[in-house]
């Protein structure tokens, strides 16, 4: 299997800085560019687990370029360029320190904290009945907190806009824009086979004007469903097959580790490690009803370092 992608460590023309996400390698160009490239880390709970995983950065990012190109007419987004399968090239925008999660299904933290006996979410009324994978009425904006360092905090509307992080105006834009993304990227989805449950979108200011930034649609920031027996599954009480990083945090679970203190990484194995590569690939074509094509090339950091290079210098004339 190709080598993973663990790290990039470029100087490129024009850069001002350098900051490594949990998955991302971000670059500022000038005060107005950022280079976001994918690398083949991958985190859960918040953690950065100790293998990276080879060609899910190329997955990532060709899949965030995919949507956002698809969507650029629906909300407007910060990309301008995609040029290398492990990175895009977009406008530096001011972030907004808030994650916009739309829900459609009630699984993963919202299940949990509905089977826990809670019965709103970030303000959201969640009615009585439910069991885990159900629809929800429609679907929900359940907001977070996105903190640097450590768990994001579930947070209410009302409570982000007393936090002084957007105006009302501003968060009633930014949730029309998620909804609105959220409706096309369920209908797509579906042309697909698949199931939308839930994703993230984030957003940010450039010049005023909000902007979505980021990555879309992607196995790390949403959740889907093969659409293809879950009625069937869901009338058994079946867990239902599921294309999303879901499968990883479920087996870390099934390890005793939900990013806790003290908890403790199980090991990874090759064999693990080749699962997750060829189910974040098997997604990828699942959506794009395109063939992946792997990066083969025997110097991947020198091609990537020429690819946004070029773009970079096309897009300053």
């Known amino acids: 299997m190709y080598p993973a992608i663990t790290q990039t460590d470029f100087n490129f023309s024009g850069q001002t800085s350098l900051y490594r996400g949990k998955v991302r390698d971000v670059y500022t160009i000038g005060t107005d560019l950022l280079v976001l490239i994918a690398t083949d880390r991958i985190s859960a709970f918040d953690v950065v687990l100790p293998r990276a995983i080879p ?95 450590g768990h994001d905090q579930d947070v209410s509307p009302e409570e982000i806009v007393q936090k002084g992080l957007v ?67 869901q009338a058994q009480g079946l867990p239902q097959r599921q294309l999303s990083k879901e499968f990883v945090r479920q087996w870390l679970i099934e390890h005793n580790f939900m990013g806790r203190p003290g908890d403790i990484v199980p090991e990874m194995s090759d064999e693990w490690v080749q699962t997750i590569s060829k189910r974040y690939v098997e997604l990828y074509e699942q959506m794009t009803g395109q063939t992946f094509v792997p990066r083969t090339d025997a110097d991947p950091m020198a091609t990537i370092y020429r690819n946004i290079s070029t773009a970079l210098a096309n897009l300053s004339r």
């Open 167 to 233: 105006s009302e105006a501003q968060y009633r834009l930014m949730e029309s824009y998620a909804l609105k993304l959220f409706e096309y990227g369920s209908t797509y989805a579906r042309s697909r086979g698949l199931i939308l449950v839930d994703t993230k979108y984030e957003f940010g200011f450039r010049n005023g004007q909000l902007l979505l930034i980021d990555e879309v649609h992607t196995p790390d920031s949403s959740r889907y469903f093969y659409l293809d027996g879950y009625e069937e599954r």
């Open 55 to 149: 060609y899910k950065g190329q997955v990532l990012s060709q899949l965030s370029a995919f949507f956002l190109q698809a969507t650029g007419a629906l909300v407007p987004n910060w990309l301008l360029a995609a040029p290398d399968p492990n990175a895009c090239i977009g406008w530096r925008c001011q972030p907004i320190a808030v994650e916009m999660i739309v829900r459609a299904y009630l699984c993963g933290h919202a299940w949990r904290h509905y089977r826990n006996g809670h019965r709103h979410l970030c303000g959201v009324h969640l009615p009585e009945g439910l069991r885990e994978n159900d629809p929800l009425p429609h679907p929900i904006v359940t907001p977070t907190t996105k903190a640097h360092v």
